[in-house]
């Protein structure tokens, strides 16, 4: 372990106001937190960094194991095998309202496998790491004596110190025609015309940092919060997740903002959802 994984900035304590009226409803109402003073990671953890954690551990990832056979007991043999979600471009007569038709459980994606596997990440070793569970990144978490930040943390780190702007650098999505986050651009899930230069994962800090030094905290790839999201009971355990990643789009999934979230089962893992860690101000 070295002090070069993850670079710290350390967020004030203060009151801030978090959420939203103005998009959707999970994200109402605005309203004023307080919050101690904390350290977040600069970047989304990288392949790289990842790369160390399980040379030195030997970790291996929920996506590189079968399903869990207590959560998927009713699993047919067949699909009894290490897989994960990888999103493949539809054609054009797919209708959006179905977005397991974009979905793909690949046998053999994993964080070493972004695409399936036949991809690598040899030349994608700054990217943020993907195909991650909750319990994978809690666990790098743990072992570089971290732990992931709240939702709470997460949104008022990504608002950089701005108050109640929809995204983390102000009002506008694209000022001055400048795309300065990794989403999809085009009609969302048939054309990417990648005018952010990324279809994939872009490389951390591609794009500006925001008023707090922090980069991707919107785009590029979702990311894991400790924050439990409520479920009826009986209905597996969920966590936010933030930022939105390169697979959100305007006219889709306009989740790439800092009040934006989601809540994900906690043993999935997919090409679009990383992670950054979090730790108490000494």
Not at 14 to 28: L, N, R, V
Not at 86 to 97: E, L
Not at 232 to 256: D, T, V
Request: charged share 20%; aromatic share 12%.
């Amino acid at each position: 372990m070295s002090n070069q994984h993850g670079r710290m900035i350390i967020i004030p304590s203060g009151e801030y106001s978090i959420g939203s009226d103005s998009f959707y409803p999970e994200e109402a109402p605005v309203r004023s937190i307080q919050i101690k003073s904390f350290k977040i990671d600069e970047t989304p953890v990288t392949n790289s960094e990842y790369s160390c954690f399980v040379s030195e551990t030997g970790y291996v990832t929920v996506s590189e194991k079968p399903p869990d056979p207590v959560l998927y007991p009713n699993l047919p043999p067949d699909q009894q095998k290490p897989e994960s979600a990888v999103f493949i471009p539809p054609p054009p007569t797919v209708d959006r309202n179905q977005p397991m038709s974009w979905w793909a459980l690949i046998e053999g994606a994993d964080w070493r496998h972004p695409q399936g596997p036949d991809s690598s990440i040899s030349d994608k070793m700054d990217h943020p790491v993907v195909h991650l569970a909750y319990e994978d990144a809690l666990a790098y978490a743990q072992w570089i004596g971290k732990r992931l930040p709240t939702a709470d943390e997460w949104e008022v780190a990504a608002r950089g110190g701005l108050v109640q702007q929809n995204y983390s650098w102000g009002a506008e999505m694209t000022p001055g025609g400048q795309w300065l986050a990794n989403v999809w651009q085009g009609a969302f899930p048939w054309t990417n015309e990648q005018t952010d230069g990324w279809f994939w994962t872009s490389p951390v800090g591609s794009f500006p940092a925001n008023g707090y030094g922090l980069v991707d905290m919107c785009g590029n790839v979702w990311e894991w919060t400790s924050t439990l999201f409520p479920v009826p009971k009986g209905e597996q355990e969920r966590r936010i997740i933030k930022g939105g990643s390169f697979l959100c789009a305007e006219n889709y999934c306009h989740r790439f903002r800092p009040a934006a979230l989601m809540g994900q089962t906690t043993d999935t893992a997919t090409c679009h959802m990383g992670f950054r860690c979090a730790a108490d101000s000494a």
